[in-house]
């Protein structure tokens, strides 16, 4: 990003920008980092907040699986939200787990890879902040549950929202985050049809 020609007497402590010397103390790495085109700091902000799904997906369903028996549950809302340990063996909300066991390993195995490659396709040709963190959320998401599915042959569930005898399925915190991206996706998508062409 800096380009630049060695003074003599260049100590390793220093940088050199715009023909001055600057310490290279804290202050101006983060300087360094607010002035870094957007375009390389975006993957680092799509990171953060995948790091941050991820942490918080694993830390919960570790939680669940080791203080809580397979079926257990307790309300934490009554007539309205549970918590219920369950071990999902199909897809997102229980997608395809009545399908044979081959059909489920091959579908949640490769497909995730291919939307993982899919979200860096897209994360490449933004420069939207929000759009990012969407993409961000999303693959924290795909992530956690991924690592469920290698490590357990199974994915954690835990949260049941219901009313009355209608229940919606049991779900994660990866579940959630991926549905919260693909909703800013989608919004970010028909805005920007809406928004017209800039004119020249």
């Not at 063996?89 to 229980?94: E, I, K, P, T």
């Not at 963190?133 to 835990?158: H, M, P, Q, S």
Request: hydrophobic fraction near 45%.
């Amino acid at each position: 990003i800096f380009s630049y020609e060695e003074p003599e007497n260049f100590k390793p402590d220093q940088y050199r920008t715009g023909g001055i010397k600057v310490p290279l103390t804290d202050k101006t790495l983060c300087l360094m980092t607010r002035d870094m085109p957007y375009k390389y700091l975006k993957y680092l902000q799509a990171l953060c907040f995948s790091g941050f799904v991820l942490a918080l997906d694993q830390a919960t369903k570790l939680y669940i699986h080791t203080s809580m028996k397979v079926g257990e549950n307790f309300p934490v809302i009554p007539h309205f939200f549970d918590i219920q340990y369950v071990r999902n063996q199909g897809g997102a909300f229980g997608l395809f787990s009545d399908s044979h066991e081959y059909i489920r390993w091959v579908l949640f195995l490769v497909f995730p890879v291919f939307c993982m490659g899919l979200i860096f396709s897209i994360l490449r040709d933004t420069t939207n902040k929000l759009q990012v963190t969407a993409l961000g959320f999303i693959f924290g998401g795909a992530i956690g549950n991924y690592i469920d599915r290698v490590r357990l042959g199974y994915v954690i569930d835990f949260i049941d929202w219901y009313v009355k005898d209608f229940h919606w399925p049991i779900f994660n915190i990866a579940d959630s985050f991926i549905v919260v991206g693909v909703f800013i996706l989608i919004v970010f998508y028909f805005l920007e049809r809406k928004t017209p062409p800039a004119t020249k």
